[in-house]
Nanobody, 125 residues
Framework: EVQLVESGGGLVQAGGSLRLSCVIS????????IGWFRQAPGKEREGVSC????????YYEDSVKGRFTFSSDSAKNTLYLQMNSLKPEDTAVYYC??????????????????YGRGTQVTVSS
């Protein structure tokens, strides 16, 4: 059974940093596409950063480029999203996700198969 459990969210002031973690079970990074998504109140869920096992190069949504870094530790079965220079518009519930569809190029632009329950990130101005 595929499971993803996020942690690390919280309240931070604008300009601050947070590191989200996602412990996975039931699959390995090599066989899936993995990613981070977020959903702000009243908005649709959007992809933040995703990695296809085909190319291993992370995709980043334009608004987070240069501020967020997606990494993983296969020995710990854990994904990370390092978020720096946070802005109030980054406020959302953040989800890690996995997909059995592995595109040739990393992208978040499709519906992943599995999502965690999410962790709340709130950035105050």
């Amino acid at each position: 059974e595929v499971q993803l459990v996020e942690s690390g969210g919280g309240l931070v002031q604008a300009g601050g940093s947070l590191r989200l973690s996602c412990v996975i079970s039931g699959f390995t990074f090599d066989d899936y596409a993995i990613g981070w998504f977020r959903q702000a109140p009243g908005k649709e869920r959007e992809g933040v950063s995703c990695i296809s096992s085909s190319d291993g190069m992370p995709y980043y949504e334009d608004s987070v480029k240069g501020r967020f870094t997606f990494s993983s530790d296969s020995a710990k079965n854990t994904l990370y999203l390092q978020m720096n220079s946070l802005k109030p518009e980054d406020t959302a519930v953040y989800y890690c996700a996995a997909s059995t569809l592995v595109p040739a190029t990393s992208t978040c632009d499709y519906e992943y198969d599995y999502y965690g329950r999410g962790t709340q990130v709130t950035v105050s101005s």
